[in-house]
């Protein structure tokens, strides 16, 4: 399956600041990318599908202004998680469709898990 | 209602035994049904994944699709410790690529 790497790991911030989330797609070019959310023992939300060379569309109930994400290039995409608080703390994680794959199957990255302080 | 429901266990079985992990949905519309395994702190891994009604054997893993029931399946035969793990059973319908809806998961634990 298709390589897909997201850093940081893990991050601690405190509430307040603003906190950037990578995700690469290290072996094919993605023109789509997906961002979830995971919060301890439930599944994983989608939060939003990002699109290179234009604007993220956004789930119901997702803010916007508060998880900005951009998809500059075929194998980056970005979530910045602004004025992060004690609740906006889970696991992210983003994946990636594969267009080679005959189901159009996501792989995903190993996840990101912020901790707001 | 939620769209898709899995028992969370947690399920603990000694090595060898077959495992059965379970999901039940409401929407008729699901018409790919994939399985994920997910080791903690880490993104889930796509084990198997069917399309419609039927069963998928790969290896060790079976998965059954009972579009009448509207309920999935995932064996696991001859466990493994490295087994233990959580599984998360996911669906999404025909047109929609993107939207893929999951399960909360199963925590397996595999006693040696």
């Known amino acids: 399956g298709a390589v897909v790497s997201q850093h940081p790991s893990w991050v601690i911030c405190k509430s307040g600041t603003s906190v950037k989330i990578e995700c690469r797609s290290l072996d094919f070019q993605a023109t789509t990318m997906f961002w979830y959310r995971q919060f301890p023992k439930q599944s994983l939300m989608l939060m939003a599908t990002?699109?290179?060379?234009?604007?993220?569309?956004?789930e119901q109930g997702v803010e916007k202004d508060k998880f900005l994400i951009n998809h500059a290039s075929l194998t980056l995409s970005t979530l910045t998680v602004t004025s992060a608080h004690p609740e906006d703390s889970s696991f992210y994680i983003c994946?990636?469709?594969?267009?080679?794959?005959?189901?159009?199957?996501?792989?995903f990255g190993p996840g990101t898990r912020l901790t707001v302080l | 209602q939620k769209e898709v429901e899995q028992d969370p266990g947690p399920l603990s079985v000694p090595e060898g035994a077959i495992v059965s992990l379970n999901c039940t949905y409401s929407n008729s519309a699901f018409q790919y049904f994939m399985w994920y395994r997910q080791y903690s702190r880490k993104g889930p891994e796509l084990l198997m994944y069917?399309?419609?009604?039927g069963n998928k054997e790969d290896g060790r893993f079976t998965a059954q699709v009972d579009k009448s029931s509207k309920y999935i399946s995932l064996f696991i035969r001859d466990s493994q410790p490295s087994d233990s793990a959580t599984y998360l059973c996911?669906?999404?319908?025909?047109?929609?690529?993107?939207?893929?809806?999951f399960g909360s998961g199963t925590r397996l634990s595999i006693r040696p």
């Open positions: 069917t399309y419609s009604s």
């Open positions: 990002s699109n290179e060379g234009s604007k993220a569309t956004y």
């Open positions: 996911a669906m999404r319908t025909y047109s929609s690529a993107s939207k893929i809806i």
């Open positions: 994946s990636t469709r594969s267009s080679l794959s005959s189901y159009n199957e996501q792989f």
